[in-house]
DNA sequence: GTCTATAGGAAGATAGAC
DNA sequence: GTCTATCTTCCTATAGAC
């Protein structure tokens, strides 16, 4: 349902959130940045809010595209979930768009319409959900849903840190890394 | 260096962020909020960016108060260790304040000025090292430091879950405990 | 130090032509 | 579907009195 001129400025507008958040995104701004007019945006997305939300639909596509990417270069199990979660902190301008662009979703739904925060909630539900799975695949008698949910907040959390200038991208990848071995290693 | 006014000044700004955000934060209505008019808020802080940047180093001193309480109450070194964290996850009027400002915090550092970037790092890595050492005190022979990275932010992405929405506070507690057992039970 | 009143400027949103 | 032009609202910041 998401027309070319669509496409073309919600990925704009992902590039202009990845650079001053969705707090900084001007319409004006994203009209320049996407080539077209303000008016223009309104007429495809209503309104300012219409925008974001669509958006967010748009960067969680995109986040479950690069992850199934990232499985299929995986060789074992293990090396899936490996993959499925270190795919998010790691610095390609694609990655980390997407990486900002969630967070400031992420945060901003804190104060935004139960729309917003719905459609938030059940995008996080569905990659805990992918997550148990590959847990399962690598010790089926683990408490997989507990271990997906910490492991998915904890990605978040480090994704923060990092983007935040709280934390070197090297050290979280290998924080997560060391994550995954100690959910494993516990029943 | 900061008077009784701008105190009262900074705890209202703190109650208008945590209900609006820091971008949804208006000076008339943190004026009308905090009792006083917006020329003495300009009187007080020079501008609006002023008043945040400051408000936020008040967000986390009020965070260590908070901890070191917290830490008070507990009677063994595991307890002082789960109130550590704990404490951050809980549905009190300060806390929830205090959490939903430091979200922001963090979230708009993302594109702020190194300055804001620099205290909140320095924010973050004296709250690890205190974690570390209680981790210590419980178990000597761990790798506490990276344990305490991650239990951390593993907080932080609860929090954010929680606030937003996507994550009941009781579920999130319940994660953050199993997390805790986690890194406890690994060498 | 604190207020009232207001200047001045963004930024969201729309009207109307093509 | 798309643009140019503009309206209106809202908000930061200051001038000036007390």
């Known amino acids: 349902m998401a027309s070319d001129r669509q496409v073309l400025i919600m990925e704009a507008a992902v590039r202009v959130i990845a650079r001053s958040g969705v707090r900084g995104l001007r319409v004006e701004q994203l009209a320049a940045e996407a080539g077209v007019s303000t008016a223009l945006i309104y007429y495809h997305f209503k309104d300012r809010s219409g925008l974001i939300r669509r958006t967010l639909d748009f960067v969680s596509d995109r986040a479950v595209a690069y992850t199934d990417e990232a499985i299929a270069r995986a060789d074992d199990a293990r090396g899936e979930l490996e993959q499925m979660l270190l795919t998010e902190l790691q610095d390609t301008p694609g990655v980390r768009e997407n990486s900002t662009a969630w967070g400031e979703l992420r945060a901003s739904a804190v104060f935004e319409s139960d729309d ?30 507990d271990a997906a949910e910490r492991l998915t907040a904890l990605v978040e959390g480090l994704s923060e840190r990092w983007l935040s200038g709280s934390l070197a991208l090297e050290r979280a990848r290998e924080l997560l890394r060391g994550g995954i071995a100690v959910e494993l290693d516990a029943g």
């Open 116 to 145: 917003l925060r719905d459609a938030l909630a059940r995008s996080t539900r569905s990659w805990v959900t992918d997550v148990a799975e590959a847990i399962r695949a690598v010790r089926p008698d683990a408490n997989a849903e």
